[in-house]
């Protein structure tokens, strides 16, 4: 197999803060004991990837790196520590590229809390290249035969949104409100709800959106360009007794609606925060939280359990994220596009070309 592999590679290196991201040729690298190297296929374009790339959250990040953390691809070779991994095995590269498995946090399956994790394409290399080592025990098993372009963004969307609806706690016949509904992480987050048995009220913008997000499966969208009041509109959507709904997951890039969803959020609800808009801040008030029992709480990621869950309700057929294939060396243009908020859906990388 090893006679196959190439001695180097292309990929989408991230050398200058803000960009462009160079489109070049690097040495394959050589998995370490505990990794297996991918022969990656394709890999999905993150707003993360932009962080990255912008070098703009306060988290310190390698220089140079190869970016990305949606990858699906073919293992092709292992280190000597590796088990339950073969040749020729499915796999998908994540953000959380590895942890320590031994800390208290790792012990308790809260893996993206461990002080010593790697994240994919920002302190390890990641999957926009053609061969990545990544850590084994990490590694998302997908099953043979999984369409790999498919797969790639349910790898850090589908995980994200699909752990945030476990964090909340809402149960099959409760009502979910999705804040962003109509975006990438919003159009995945519906159709997750959807395939646990809850009732989606969708929130965003524009008529466009609303159509979309109903095609998905939401049962009402409020749209806040032209609601009059948010808050009456989302209880009045949330069944009979119009008390709101059980959860509220916030996918916004903005701001505002992180205020706004402690208001309608049913008493002894759960708002979820996932999307992190830049400096933003959670305010509420207190009388509020303590009368109506009120949890605000934050959503990172997901375990290796959570991974395989969310890949599972793929395989089965109930999830279809929206992407387009373009070219590994047409990633710059498409964190053009996502500069300008041009994107719908997903751009997933043909690494062949
Ligand atoms: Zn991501
Ligand atoms: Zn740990």
């Known amino acids: 197999m090893a006679d196959q592999i190439p001695r180097e590679q292309w990929a989408a290196v991230i050398e200058k803060d803000g960009g462009p991201i160079s489109y070049k040729k690097i040495p394959v690298p050589k998995p370490g004991h505990d990794q297996v190297l991918v022969n990656v296929k394709y890999s999905g374009v993150c707003h993360t990837d932009l962080h990255a790339l912008n070098n703009d959250w306060p988290l310190a990040r390698k220089t140079p790196v190869v970016g990305g953390h949606e990858g699906a691809g073919v293992v092709v070779a292992k280190g000597e520590l590796v088990t339950g991994l073969e040749i020729g095995d499915l796999v998908g590269i994540k953000w959380l590229n590895s942890s320590c498995l031994s800390c208290t946090f790792c ?85 997750y709800a959807r395939a646990m048995g809850l009732h989606v009220i969708a929130i965003d913008g524009g008529k466009e959106k609303g159509e979309a997000c109903v095609k998905l499966g939401a049962e009402a969208y409020v749209d806040f360009t032209t609601s009059k009041s948010i808050v009456d509109d989302v209880k009045a959507a949330s069944g009979s007794d119009g008390l709101g709904p059980h959860a509220v997951l916030l996918l916004a890039p903005q701001e505002r609606p992180f205020q706004q969803a402690t208001g309608y959020v049913r008493s002894k609800g759960t708002v979820v925060c996932i999307g992190m808009p830049a400096g933003a801040r959670v305010s509420m008030p207190v009388f509020d939280t303590v009368v109506r029992m009120i949890q605000v709480k934050g959503s990172y990621v997901g375990n290796r359990q959570d991974t395989q869950e969310a890949i599972d309700f793929f395989t089965r057929g109930l999830i279809h994220a929206p992407y387009k294939v373009v070219g590994l060396s047409e990633v710059q243009s498409v964190f053009d596009m996502m500069k300008e908020n041009k994107i719908v859906g997903r751009y997933v990388l043909d690494m062949s070309r």
């Open 107 to 191: 012990m308790q399956s809260d893996e993206s809390l461990c002080q010593a994790a790697e994240l994919s394409g920002y302190t390890v290399d990641g999957s926009f290249q053609q061969y990545t080592a990544t850590n084994a025990a990490h590694a998302a098993r997908i099953p043979p035969g999984a369409d790999l372009a498919a797969v790639a963004p349910i790898l850090c969307a589908g995980l994200t949104v699909y752990k945030g609806l476990k964090e909340s706690h809402a149960r099959p016949g409760q009502f979910v409100a999705i804040v962003g509904a109509g975006g990438g992480l919003g159009s995945l987050a519906i159709q």
